[in-house]
């Protein structure tokens, strides 16, 4: 039938070419003109990275009216706090990962991806150099430029040793993937090299030592994993040796997951106590070799050492040079992160954008900005306000500074109005800035900057990605607080970020949780809230089956303990 039909078909091409042939051919030549016109005519938009941040800026972004290329080395994302379960097992690495590729695949559009490490930023000339992650194929690791029009910086963060010498050759990390993979198969060699024939005892303790440098959210995540791992599933398959196993924390502060609430620090305290894990505070980490690792006790000066299986080095984030380089040319020079205003652009240069872990919102001085907005509204500089300027400077103040509403609050003054208001609830005729400024003293001490999480990257990408689409609209009808300065209207809302609280898993099917309105919560009930709250933010139904199938796995086989 084949041979039949191939005669057949290549009639009808020849019908097709003599008849409307050219044609078809002339219109799509024209379609394409007509798109690359299309394409010539949109803004040109380059993300760098696809963590939290770039990645979900790309999910709510609408591509119909940008031409979107991004730059990440890894052509994946990657559901970081799922990573500590990764280094036992207890979930597989390919079911936390995502295809950037299926993530941002479009109906209305098509974006660009380059694997590829951004080596150079240059907001002079809106161009930004890309380093191909392919090094040893000369064909395909030649370097390339990208021209844009907006640029979107979300390459997060990296490790930080703090200059402590050997941290960098014999700790292990967990930031990435392969972080975690590695974690996993050098835990189980401790274990295989602890049973060899020929080890002394010591020498047994020694590989079995786990020594975890950070007692945040990671560090403590991954102590609470590991214990897990040991004695649910390791020490049945090496009884030998199970008495010798030891994890020890070390962390310098006073507390374990100092950023929590205190309830939970002790909470997790406690357990770590129970379970046998070592928590030594107060403690620096001087250096670090293949077989021991030096600290000294702060209060009393005493450098002691520890010999080691396994060292995981979870404290400090440090600053990428990319990112390092292009602070020194904006004239930032010497800070970790990059500092945006509150449309998260960069501070000296109005079309590039940073999110993520890479950035961190200047704080301004609220109260310096609070003089200005009353001086704006008192048009006839005669130090009085009417009701409906009063009311301006009110819900000014509300969309600048939803904090100071807060504030206030807490020191038991209803709202803003109230200050300005007579018992009787008329304005005041005398607005007292004076009173006005002393009940809100203080404010700007109280404003911390915004933690490095995944909550806050994935909330400013997504409202990056919504000022984006709603740019053309927003340039005629501005729909932003008041410019004091220079009159009119800010383009958008500035950034603000809705807490939803925080987990911290502790193992043996118990998590601690800190959650808004002064919630906490641990235990058992708790896991089970993790469980289902981390089930719903995986990015795919795909990873979402998988993440469950995993824990489901677990439950019913354990964790596989293969050195692969
Ligand atoms: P990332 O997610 O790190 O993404 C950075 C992206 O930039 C990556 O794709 C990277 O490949 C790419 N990149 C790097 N260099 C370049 C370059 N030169 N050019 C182009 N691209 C580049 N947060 C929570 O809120 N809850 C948690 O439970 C939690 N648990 C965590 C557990 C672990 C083990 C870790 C490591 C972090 C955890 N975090 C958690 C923090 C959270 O992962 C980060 O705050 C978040 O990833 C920051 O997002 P980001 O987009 O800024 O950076
Ligand atoms: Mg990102």
Redesign the pocket.
Do not use: H
């Given at each position: 039938r084949a041979s039949r039909s191939a005669p057949l078909a290549s009639k009808l091409l020849l019908l097709g070419t003599l008849s409307g042939g050219s044609l078809v051919a002339y219109s799509d030549s024209n379609k394409k003109e007509e798109e690359q016109k299309q394409k010539k005519k949109k803004k040109k938009v380059v993300v760098?990275?696809?963590?939290?941040?770039?990645?979900?800026f790309l999910k709510d972004l609408d591509i119909s009216s940008y031409d979107v290329q991004v730059?990440?080395?890894?052509n994946?994302?990657?559901f970081?706090?799922?990573?500590?379960s990764v280094t036992c097992g207890t979930v597989e690495a390919r079911s936390i990962v995502e295809s950037v590729r299926n993530i941002t695949k479009k109906k209305n559009g098509e974006i660009e991806l380059w694997e590829?490490?951004?080596?150079k930023i240059d907001p002079a000339n809106n161009k930004v150099l890309?380093q191909p992650v392919f090094k040893d194929d000369p064909e395909a690791s030649q370097e390339f430029s990208l021209e844009y029009d907006y640029l979107i910086i979300?390459?997060?963060?990296?490790v930080n040793t703090f200059g402590t010498p050997g941290v960098l050759e014999n700790c292990h990390f967990?930031?990435?993937v392969e972080d975690?993979q590695r974690i996993r198969r050098g835990v189980i060699d401790c274990f295989e090299k602890a049973v060899l024939p020929g080890l002394t005892e010591e020498q047994r303790r020694t590989k079995l030592h786990f020594v975890i440098v950070g007692g945040g959210?990671?560090g403590v995540?991954?102590a609470a994993e590991l214990h897990d791992f040991i004695e649910e599933d390791i020490t049945k398959i090496y009884p030998s040796v199970k008495e010798l196993v030891k994890i020890t924390l070390i962390q310098s502060g006073d507390h374990i997951l100092n950023s929590f609430d205190e309830r939970i620090s002790s909470f997790a305290e406690q357990k770590f106590l129970r379970d046998g894990i070592d928590v030594l505070m107060g403690m620096r980490v001087m250096s670090v070799s293949n077989k021991d690792i030096s600290v000294k006790i702060k209060s009393s000066g005493e450098v002691v050492s520890l010999p080691h299986g396994l060292i995981l080095w979870?404290t400090g984030v440090g600053t990428?040079?990319?990112i390092s380089d292009l602070m020194e040319q904006v004239g930032q020079g010497g800070r970790r992160v990059l500092a945006t205003n509150e449309w998260l652009q960069v501070k000296g240069c109005e079309n590039v954008y940073a999110?993520?872990?890479?950035?961190s919102i200047a704080q301004r001085k609220i109260m310096g900005d609070i003089a200005n907005i009353f001086k704006a509204a008192d048009v006839d500089n005669s130090g009085t306000l009417t009701e409906e300027e009063l009311q301006d400077v009110v819900e000014d103040i509300n969309v600048r500074y939803p904090q100071v509403e807060l504030y206030l609050k807490s020191k038991h003054v209803r709202s803003i109005k109230d200050l300005l208001t007579d018992s009787e609830g008329n304005p005041k005729k005398e607005v007292d800035i004076k009173a006005f400024e002393s009940a809100l003293s203080g404010v700007d001490s109280q404003m911390k900057s915004l933690?490095?999480?995944?909550?806050?990257?994935?909330q400013q990408?997504s409202y990056l990605a919504k000022c984006f689409n709603k740019m053309e609209h927003c340039k005629e009808h501005p729909e932003g607080p008041k410019r004091f300065r220079t009159g009119g209207h800010h383009q958008f809302r500035p950034f603000q970020y809705k807490h939803f609280g925080?987990?911290a898993p502790l193992g043996g099917d118990q998590a601690a949780a800190e959650l808004p309105g002064d919630w906490v919560s641990a235990g058992r009930s708790t896991q089970w809230l993790w469980y289902s709250v981390?089930a719903s933010k995986q990015v795919s139904w795909r990873t979402r089956a998988l993440v469950v199938s995993d824990w489901t796995r677990r439950y019913i086989f354990g964790r596989d303990s293969s050195r692969i």
């Open positions: 760098l990275g696809t963590g939290w941040a770039g990645i979900s730059v990440s080395p890894q994946y994302f990657a970081t706090p799922l990573l500590p590829a490490d951004c080596v890309c979300a390459v997060g963060a990296q967990l930031k990435e975690a959210p990671t995540e991954f979870s990428r040079p990319v999110v993520g872990d890479c950035a933690p490095a999480t995944a909550q806050v990257a994935a990408g925080q987990f981390y």
